[in-house]
């Protein structure tokens, strides 16, 4: 898979293959058990696999694979590498809030304009809170960075599992 630059901070994948999802599931369980170098989890049909916790900074990500099968399709394997869950609430939080203030800027601005008064400050909240969006932005992207090679160990963790099952 191959991680591009594009504008996705959480890179997502699909997988088909002719293994039945529960000795899927099971491969993984047993590895995780096996292995001291990743922490694997699961709930239902789904499949965490992180770092262990020393090995762990504040963008580290984890991959998250949600294994399924339709009737007669073969099974699916949906993938999700992207940060802690905690730290993307808190990112998106972020984002949420710059999003609320940019808007209530936008109305000030408005109304600012429609009654013939001075402008200035709302139209300098909301370049500032631009500027605080690219700067979140370049922040996640610096963090997809940063947790690159991880993702690259994440990777080839869950296709030596896959591997084995073949």
Known sequence: MELSNDIVL???????CAILPETILRAYENAGAIST????????DHI????????QHF????????????ETQPTVIRGLYGPSP????LFMFFHFIVFILFMASAVWLYTSITLT?????????????????IGLYNAGSIGKKTGK??????????YSVLNKLL
């Open 59 to 70: 963008w580290s990500p984890q991959l998250h694979l949600e294994i399924y099968k339709i």
């Open 117 to 133: 008064l001075s402008y200035t400050f709302p139209l300098v909240g909301m370049i500032l809170l631009l500027l605080v969006w």
């Open 10 to 16: 959480r890179p997502r994948f699909k997988l088909e």
């Open 86 to 89: 905690t730290v993307w609430t």
């Open 149 to 158: 090679t991880e993702m690259y160990k994440l990777q080839s963790f869950m």
């Open 48 to 55: 965490f696999i992180s770092l262990p916790k020393k090995e």
């Open 37 to 44: 170098d990743f922490l694997v989890h699961r709930s239902d």
